[in-house]
């Protein structure tokens, strides 16, 4: 392909990038706070523990919140729907072909800047993962405030093993994560999510579409 379809071009914008950061950092607060919580980290007292873990899910609530409306609203959950195009040969790549050295058979795109495997993980994790630990987070807190009458239909120890198991579900993706990270060099993947630009593949309408209407997202064509 023509080196200029391969132009650097913004493909995460400022709000993506401070949501992505700061949804790491709080995460792992979140982790290392929670395992105080389970008596398996006593590098924090309990109460501190659970007075950080509460502040902090509160905040990251109200971040997801945000980027909800954010992805609708700019259309930026395109990206995330899930195709069964080339997705067996993405996963053959990770698990078989990478070893092998062979080339990635996806290449990012203007309209899809996830691979198959990445926005059906994605997916899950922002629809069914995240809202789980959210949920069932707030439930938690209501019993813990006193308003454990609001949801009585639900047993505590129900609540506390379901946002348990959500988070080990988000562990497992961090784990999985930083693995497919380290494919093709972990600077090359992290570099955009902090500079905010990328090598993406464009056809000549899409390149002329975005020299006409978004000059300012190229960087290098």
Not at 45 to 55: I, Q
Not at 132 to 156: K, N
Not at 189 to 196: D, F, L, Y
């Amino acid at each position: 392909m023509n080196k200029t379809l391969t132009p650097t071009i913004q493909v995460f914008s400022v709000f993506e990038r401070i949501w992505h950061w700061s949804q790491v950092l709080s995460i792992f607060t979140l982790i290392f706070t929670g395992l105080a919580i389970h008596g398996m980290n006593d590098l924090i007292d309990f109460k501190t523990a659970v007075t950080v873990h509460t502040v902090v899910g509160i905040a990251l609530l109200i971040l997801w919140i945000f980027a909800f409306f954010w992805l609708f609203t700019t259309g930026q959950w395109r990206h995330y729907i899930p195709t069964t195009r080339n997705m067996l040969n993405v996963a053959r790549y990770y698990a078989y072909g990478v070893f092998k050295g062979e080339p990635h058979p996806y290449h990012k795109t203007y309209r899809k800047k996830h691979n198959p495997l990445q926005a059906l993980t994605y997916l899950l994790l922002k629809a069914v993962i995240f809202p789980t630990v959210g949920i069932s987070g707030i439930a938690y807190l209501l019993v813990s405030l006193g308003y454990g009458d609001l949801i009585s239909f639900i047993p505590v120890s129900i609540i506390a093993f379901i946002h348990t198991v959500a988070a080990i579900a988000i562990v497992i993706f961090i784990i999985l994560h930083l693995y497919i990270l380290t494919i093709g060099g972990f600077g090359h993947h992290v570099k955009p999510m902090i500079t905010g630009y990328d090598e993406v593949e464009l056809t000549p309408e899409e390149l002329a579409f975005i020299k006409a209407d978004e000059p300012e997202k190229i960087k290098n064509v």
